[in-house]
């Protein structure tokens, strides 16, 4: 039996260190408890350097009272988990003390009459710029074809639908 469940504490430690996402778990004093090598990655530290500290320490300043008591609303709320991205982009602390956009989600579990958290998390920083950058490419498109006196004219080919027309096309063809 007892080879048994040791096998079994192997194979779920793996499991957390093989995950993609950052795995950070909380006692009931929101110490840490668990930090795998995703986490390691996305916070650029070690587990051992985190081991028992609190989770402020990847939480930006501005937010840290906030954070705290989002945790014991959610811990005291009856609700056992919140997914990963559904609020959005929040701001992470990395070791070295710059920020960065993630996602986060919470979920927690009873254990011996104590109550631990999981916070999973994934560094959004690619997808952040990749959509600043889209943004910024379609503002200059705008910007382009709302002053020139061409018509431009997006359609979709598939059912013929008009999908955008710049303010050229109004003034030329007497329709908005």
């Not at 988990?81 to 929040?90: D, H, M, P, S, Y």
């Not at 920020?99 to 999981?118: G, H, K, N």
């Not at 503002?139 to 074809?145: A, H, P, V």
Request: proline content about 2%; charged content about 35%; overall charge negative.
């Amino acid at each position: 039996a007892g080879r048994e469940l040791e096998l079994q504490r192997r194979r779920a430690s793996a499991v957390i260190d093989s995950a993609m996402d950052g795995i950070i778990t909380l006692d009931p004093s929101h110490r840490i408890v668990v930090f795998n090598r995703a986490a390691e990655a996305i916070f650029r530290c070690t587990q051992a350097e985190v081991l028992g500290q609190t989770i402020d320490r990847f939480i930006p300043e501005r937010f840290r009272s906030g954070h705290g008591e989002h945790i014991r609303e959610f811990s005291e709320s009856g609700q056992t988990a919140r997914g990963l991205g559904r609020f959005g982009a929040v701001t992470g602390l990395r070791s070295d003390g710059t920020e960065f956009p993630m996602e986060a989600s919470i979920s927690y579990f009873d254990v011996d009459d104590q109550r631990l958290l999981t916070v999973t998390c994934r560094d959004v920083s690619e997808r952040a710029r990749a959509e600043k950058a889209l943004r910024e490419a379609d503002e200059r498109f705008r910007d382009l074809t709302d002053n020139i006196r061409e018509v431009v004219w997006i359609r979709d080919l598939r059912d013929l639908s008009d999908i955008w027309v710049n303010p050229a096309f109004e003034e030329i063809w007497g329709r908005s």
